[in-house]
């Protein structure tokens, strides 16, 4: 089968950086995205990897590692505003995109 | 930047009657679009794949005669439920991309929030 594993729920602090991971088993590989999702609301797109390596954006940044079916999003200088739920999906060789059920990240001031 | 507009945003309905979910591409065209069901704290599900001009493609599971897609324009596809049921309530959501390329994101609509009593 495939599937997306991620950490249910994550705690932080304001002002810290918090790492959360995704770990992939999917039929093939094109593509790896982390979309932000606030409670009651739709998914917004953060960052799109499909070669090995770090993409930076801003505060996000997004490392993938092909061979380790890896992928992290590092979230720096966090703000309160950055709760919300992290989704990891992964595009299959058929083109389809595979979702992980999402991190909940909770900031603390 | 691309907007998908998704209306409503939420309806409450009775058993056994239709809903329908509007969702417009703002800024562009959008050839195919993709709706996602979403129950509380589970990740989104995709429910079928909406292509302009001929039939929707349906996920193994769901019902292509209770979930009608129609996709008559490059900017607007509408879902129906049709004779709702109380375990249809969800979050629904619409989506969109802005070219064929695979590494375009989806962009999706704000969501319909269904609650059938």
């Known amino acids: 089968g495939q599937n997306i594993d991620q950490p249910t729920e994550m705690t932080a602090t304001e002002g810290a950086i918090v790492q959360i991971n995704c770990t992939y088993q999917?039929?093939?590989?094109?593509?790896l995205f982390w979309y932000q999702q606030h409670a009651g609301e739709a998914p917004t797109f953060l960052s799109y990897?499909?070669l090995d390596g770090l993409e930076e954006k801003g505060r996000f940044s997004s490392f993938l590692s092909r061979s380790k079916g890896y992928s992290y999003l590092l979230l720096k200088e966090l703000q309160m505003k950055d709760s919300a739920s992290y989704l990891c999906?992964?595009?299959?060789?058929?083109?389809?995109?595979?979702w992980g059920a999402g991190t909940k990240l909770i900031i603390k001031p | 930047g691309a907007v998908v507009s998704q209306h409503p945003s939420w309806v409450i309905c009775k058993s056994g009657t239709s809903v329908k979910i509007e969702c417009r591409s703002l800024?562009?065209?959008?050839?195919?679009m993709f709706w996602y069901r979403q129950f509380p704290k589970q990740s989104l599900m995709l429910m079928a794949t909406?292509?302009?001009?001929?039939?929707?493609?349906?996920e193994q599971g769901v019902e292509k005669d209770k979930f009608l897609i129609n996709h008559a324009s490059l900017t607007l596809s509408t879902l129906t439920v049709t004779s709702a049921h109380p375990e249809d309530s969800s979050f629904y959501i619409c989506?969109?991309?802005?070219?064929?390329?695979?590494?375009?994101?989806?962009?999706f609509g704000n969501g319909t929030r269904l609650t059938v009593t």
């Open positions: 989506s969109a991309k802005t070219t064929a390329g695979e590494a375009s994101p989806l962009h």
């Open positions: 800024d562009f065209q959008a050839t195919t």
């Open positions: 909406s292509n302009e001009g001929s039939k929707a493609t349906y």
């Open positions: 999917t039929s093939g590989f094109n593509g």
């Open positions: 990897n499909v």
């Open positions: 999906a992964v595009k299959n060789s058929n083109y389809q995109l595979i």
